[in-house]
């Protein structure tokens, strides 16, 4: 009986959270799949659907949409960029700390929890600043380098911890046998790791690809900006093409939800690991 | 096969110091064990040996090579450790492969070494599983012929079978006594289990607080403990020792005399040990009452009382007496042991 109530308390506040995320999804869903003219209309669902404004956005048929296709590139490029980095930064970067116990590795640690309490926003400008020094401003890389600098903090932290639960005897074994530090991390390290490395990636990949913040300052051109700058375009108008924005913001929404479908597994197990001590 | 030589060797973690200056000379072909209670520095010595922790001071030398300074990979040792260090993420095979393919040994050889050793071992048919689909012993086997396909100068093994059940202990031991007979390549064994010790040592090192306290054959430690604490470490259940004064070529003790076989100065303050098997229960004697009587079959062991001293009497054979009752105590003199009480030393 106590078990029961529990679990009715639980589903008594599930179903509210979950229309409160739902909602949100299918009102966007609606808009995308309405004329311009009936979606304002109120209805739960449009009288006739259609997959036109999906057309539009393939062919490139609107003013905000003529670079649809390069944005969406520039957005993929840019988050596989930030991932492939900020895994390839903190993965060694854990392993030198955690594995090879070098000098220093706690206050490396240290910094990399200090930058929690310094807000994205507070950085922005003298991010920018710092990319026009570099001759950065406009380029891809401008933002890949800013992105992969606010992700790499939090992925050292987590990896170091993950890397800390991997028994010592592991590498001594290994040592032993043989391995030198690099082919310890290769053989050994690298292969053990492989769930919290796909779920730092996968968190670093989104990072990137839902920033909208440093896209904005640091790109401006219509065919270097990604397209969650190109989506913010959209109301700027008076007249927004609010049909289109959710359609383009539906197909936006795609990848991450793809990659996060894939990679649930590891996701869960990854991001929980080294969030406490087991 | 090699020799291992301790020479005055040295450790300290930061101010503690660990191991005050350690000489010990392992010879060709010998199976050592270091014995000692947690925290006496034996697993510490064990991994100066095998390059995994610097050493502070002296020096160790492997077939009269020092190698103070040379890697573990370029020791030639081979280490089995206490909770196997199994790579999780390769099969069997490849877990004993491993060092070879490191030293890019041809594949015919790594397959022909790892093939011999699985035969030895008896895991021909576990090649293609996952440490995870093997039980404790099968793991246990994979990380001792992970180090048999080296065919390494020396084997080390770090508590090898503390994680295993009882039954099973009992049977690794055998094996593992039986694989050194058959490879003789020279092995330091280490254990905190003084039982492991006895069993498989050609020669026992006992260590305390990081000190070596006796160095010698498993029975002459336990014929001729050099002192106290070798005398109560050694043998289960532990001997049987109280304070007592030397008089008359005896020990007068809990309101009685005690015959000894060693000789101190007169009325010297001494402490008298006799293992629970040299006491025997006989008709008149030493008076002792029984507190608790534990059957096991071939043997009985019986704790008893004499002026408030808890002594072990260990009887082949079954006894009638039971909790409460009188019995008279029969030390047998040739085996009873005489130290120092200041010192501990034997006398």
């Given amino acids: 009986m106590k078990k029961f109530t529990r679990e009715a308390v639980l589903v008594l506040i599930a179903i509210p959270v979950l229309l409160w995320t739902l909602l949100p999804i299918y009102h966007i869903f609606l808009f995308s799949i309405s004329t311009k003219d009936s979606a304002f209309s109120g209805a739960l669902w449009p009288k006739q659907p259609t997959l036109h404004n999906f057309e539009i956005i393939a062919r490139q048929q609107h003013f905000y949409l003529h670079h649809f296709w390069v944005q969406i590139w520039n957005s993929l490029w840019i988050a596989v960029a930030v991932g492939v980095i900020t895994l390839a930064v903190a993965t060694c970067a854990a392993f030198a700390i955690s594995r090879l116990k070098v000098r220093g590795g706690r206050a490396v640690m240290n910094l990399a929890l200090f930058t929690y309490f310094i807000p994205a926003a507070f950085l922005a400008i003298p991010m920018y600043k710092a990319m026009g020094a570099y001759g950065l401003l406009n380029s891809r890389w401008s933002l890949v380098l800013a992105m992969v600098t606010l992700a790499a903090p939090y992925a050292i932290w987590v990896l170091k911890q993950a890397s800390d639960k991997l028994p010592f005897e592991l590498d001594e074994a290994a040592r032993i046998d043989g391995a030198t530090p690099l082919q310890l991390f290769r053989l050994v390290y690298l292969p053990l790791m492989t769930p919290s490395l796909v779920a730092i990636g996968t968190y670093a990949l989104l990072l990137a690809w839902n920033e909208y913040l440093y896209g904005y300052l640091l790109l401006s051109h219509e065919r270097t900006i990604t397209l969650a700058v190109a989506l913010g375009h959209f109301i700027a108008a008076d007249d927004s093409p609010w049909e289109l924005l959710m359609a383009t913001g539906l197909v936006y929404a795609l990848p991450p939800a793809a990659i996060y479908y894939a990679f649930r597994r590891y996701m869960v197990s990854g991001l929980t690991s080294g969030a406490v001590k087991a | ?347």
């Fill in chain 2, 1 to 347: 096969m090699a020799s291992v030589a301790f020479n005055e060797v040295k450790k300290d973690f930061g101010k503690t110091k660990v191991l005050h200056g350690i000489s010990l000379d392992i010879s060709d072909g010998e199976f050592m064990v270091l014995v000692g209670p947690s925290g006496c520095g034996k697993s510490t010595l064990l991994r100066m040996l095998a390059g995994l922790e610097d050493i502070t001071a002296g020096s160790i030398a492997i077939d009269g090579r020092v190698v103070n300074d040379v890697e573990s990979k370029d020791r030639d040792i081979a280490m089995v450790f206490q909770s196997y260090a199994l790579y999780p993420h390769m099969n069997v095979r490849d877990n004993m492969g491993f060092s070879l393919r490191l030293r890019n040994e041809k594949k015919t050889l790594i397959e022909e070494r790892v093939r011999n050793a699985a035969r030895i071992l008896n895991l021909e048919s576990y090649l293609e599983r996952y440490p995870r689909e093997l039980s404790g012993g099968q793991r246990q086997r994979v990380a001792m012929g992970r180090a048999i396909v080296r065919d390494p100068k020396v084997f080390l093994f770090d508590e090898p079978l503390s994680n295993l059940d009882a039954k099973l202990r009992v049977a690794m031991r055998s094996e593992i006594k039986a694989l050194h007979q058959r490879l003789k390549t020279t092995t330091v064994y280490v254990t905190h289990d003084q039982v492991e010790a006895m069993t498989m040592a050609d020669r026992i090192a006992v260590m305390n607080d990081g000190r070596i306290e006796q160095l010698g054959e498993p029975l002459e430690l336990y014929d001729r403990p050099a002192n106290l604490f070798v005398a109560q470490f050694i043998g289960s259940p532990a001997m049987n020792v109280f304070a007592g004064i030397f008089r008359n070529g005896s020990v007068e003790a809990l309101g009685a005399r005690w015959p000894s076989a060693g000789k101190a100065s007169e009325n010297q303050a001494v402490k008298y040990g006799i293992r629970p098997e040299h006491l025997a229960l006989a008709a008149d004697g030493i008076p002792a009452v029984v507190e608790v009587v534990e059957p096991m079959g071939a043997e009985t062991e019986c704790l008893v009382k004499v002026h408030d001293q808890p002594l072990v009497v260990t009887t082949h054979g079954r006894i009638a007496a039971g909790p409460g009752d009188r019995v008279f105590l029969r030390p047998d003199a040739g085996h009873s042991h005489l130290f120092d009480a200041a010192t501990g030393q034997r006398l």
